[in-house]
């Protein structure tokens, strides 16, 4: 199933008669997320709006080269109220921390959501979902254009930023001739490509490089060779000085190995959650399983955070793989 809707008019009258703005993004923040969030920002700047940003969780080092990441985002000043909320990159509340909870809720004006997932509650008054867009970052270059704000480079980085994440460097199968064209237009300000894939891909930090050292290690892959994958645990990060962020693209090298399927990549939380992220070559739709454990994504990337042990979800994720995989 897919979810394709034209950008509505309404948001885009919302956004013009609103004076105070809050945009959100998800918890565990990437670079599409951020990247949208911090587009959207310098855009709305630009037209004289009053913006804030929010994201539980802040942003982690390796997202502080996008234009506009200077600063605390994780708080939010308690009475302030807003015209306008915009939720980008999810489409659950949970997804948002707890900005959606009584009262904060009564503060956030008009919600909208911004989101290329495929899963999703009826969390907002307002809604702009592609599903067949490579990222929210896409979305969100549409949205100004309709506003119409005029693009610059600091936008257009951002944007372009949350494309080449999302689509993995334009590889994965969320890449089509719309996502090319939107790209085209970013490159066309006069931004540097190389900067952005220097920042995204070619400035790890040592403890990274070790702590992914030490996950391969960790790496199983069933009998059937179709199903791999890898623990992080709450020692091994803190023997090793790593942090949360520096687990992005972990579980790329399960779903790379030959015969692969599906990867996963389980990594205990310091609340006790174990967070799990998934991967998938295409045959077996990751979100289904992300969605009957609360969680949400597309058919090739989900994930979800559960309570529990690390070693025995990852025996139960096995079963459950196994079921989906015997028929391939």
Not at 92 to 121: E, M, Q, W, Y
Not at 123 to 140: C, G, H, P, Y
Not at 277 to 298: C, D, L, Q
Request: charged residues 30%; proline residues 2%.
């Amino acid at each position: 199933m897919e979810i394709k809707r034209e950008i509505n008019r309404e948001i885009i009258e919302k956004l013009r008669s609103a004076k105070k703005l809050l945009l959100v993004s998800h918890i565990y923040p990437d670079v599409d997320t951020a990247s949208s969030m911090l587009a959207m920002k310098l855009a709305l700047l630009k037209v004289g709006k009053e913006v804030s940003c929010y994201n539980a969780h802040d942003l982690a080092p390796n997202l502080r080269f996008l234009k506009g990441s200077e600063g605390r985002f994780d708080k939010l000043h308690p009475k302030k109220k807003f015209d306008a909320t915009v939720l980008l990159d999810a489409g659950t509340a949970d997804r948002f921390g707890n900005i959606l909870d009584k009262p904060s809720r009564d503060r956030l004006g008009c919600i909208i959501k911004v989101d290329h997932h495929l899963t999703g509650d009826d969390i907002s008054d307002l809604e702009f979902v592609d599903t067949k867009r490579s990222s929210t970052a896409e979305l969100v270059a549409e949205i100004i254009k309709h506003y119409p704000i005029e693009l610059d480079q600091d936008i257009a980085m951002n944007i372009y930023s949350g494309i080449v994440s999302d689509t993995g460097s334009f590889r994965y199968s969320n890449t089509n001739s719309a996502t090319f064209k939107c790209a085209a237009t970013m490159l066309a300000t006069g931004i540097n490509t190389w900067d952005v894939a220097m920042n995204l891909y070619e400035n790890r930090p040592v403890e990274e490089i070790r702590l992914l050292s030490r996950t391969l290690t960790t790496l199983e892959v069933s009998d059937s060779g179709k199903f791999a994958s890898l623990i992080v645990t709450r020692k091994d990060m803190q023997e090793l000085g790593a942090e949360d962020y520096m687990l992005d693209g972990f579980v790329n090298f399960g779903r790379s190995i030959k015969g692969v399927e599906v990867s996963v990549l389980l990594s205990e939380k310091e609340d006790g959650m174990v967070k799990i992220s998934m991967r998938s070559k295409g045959a077996v739709n990751v979100a289904e399983i992300a969605a009957a454990m609360g969680g949400g994504g597309h058919h090739n990337a989900a994930g979800f955070s559960k309570k529990g042990d690390i070693r025995k979800l990852r025996e139960k994720l096995s079963k459950i793989a196994a079921e989906k995989l015997a028929k391939y």
